[in-house]
């Protein structure tokens, strides 16, 4: 077993906060396009400071995108329970499609393309990138009827989808259009039409 001493848990909840402030950031400001510098006195530190914790400004993005996924994933396990699929994927969807989570959808696609160009420090983000979401929505696939067979097929093709729709919707703006296709595969997964 490993003890975490004081400096150590002083320097992860330090780190946890200048996460924190560029989640809050990023979701009303954008950080994409500052340098580390600019981005370290918006959040009121140093660069020095947000070097020693992230590594490089596209790690502390890397890091932004994966604190927002994973607050994602969160929403999604909080809403497990009682809840029909279908439903769960309309709440889901309702949350990922408000205008104000664009902007951290934007910086995702933005560091998403980057890791897939290898660009320095942001190819660690593509590590269960896709696995973080297909391996609970084949849980939840599993617990809602779906063949276990079919499950992690399924879970992958929902979050291609939805990836897809959310590309569109920022892409066009088409808040209409993206939600009615959004319904037109909600509809499709629950009638067990969707390919498995």
């Not at 932004?64 to 439903?87: K, N, S, T, W, Y």
């Amino acid at each position: 077993m490993r003890y975490i001493d004081r400096e150590e848990a002083r320097d992860e909840g330090r780190r946890g906060q200048l996460l924190d402030a560029a989640v809050e950031y990023a979701a009303h400001q954008g950080i994409s396009d500052l340098s580390l510098r600019q981005l370290a006195a918006a959040l009121g530190t140093s660069h020095r400071m947000l070097v020693y914790h992230f590594g490089s400004k596209e790690a502390l993005l890397v890091a932004v995108v994966r604190e927002v996924e994973a607050r994602q994933r969160q929403f999604l396990a909080d809403l497990d329970g009682d809840v029909p699929p279908e439903e769960l994927g309309r709440r889901l969807w309702d949350r990922l499609a408000d205008p104000a989570m664009w902007p951290y959808e934007k910086l995702f696609f933005e560091i998403y393309s980057q890791a897939l160009r290898s660009r320095p420090h942001t190819a660690e983000l593509l590590d269960g990138i896709v696995e973080s979401w297909v391996a609970p929505i084949a849980d939840l696939n599993v617990r809602n009827g779906v063949p276990p067979a079919d499950a992690r097929a399924t879970a992958r093709l929902s979050v291609a989808v939805t990836r897809g729709l959310l590309l569109d919707l920022l892409a066009t703006g088409d808040q209409e259009g993206v939600r009615a296709a959004m319904e037109r595969f909600l509809v499709l997964y629950r009638g067990g039409t969707v390919p498995g």
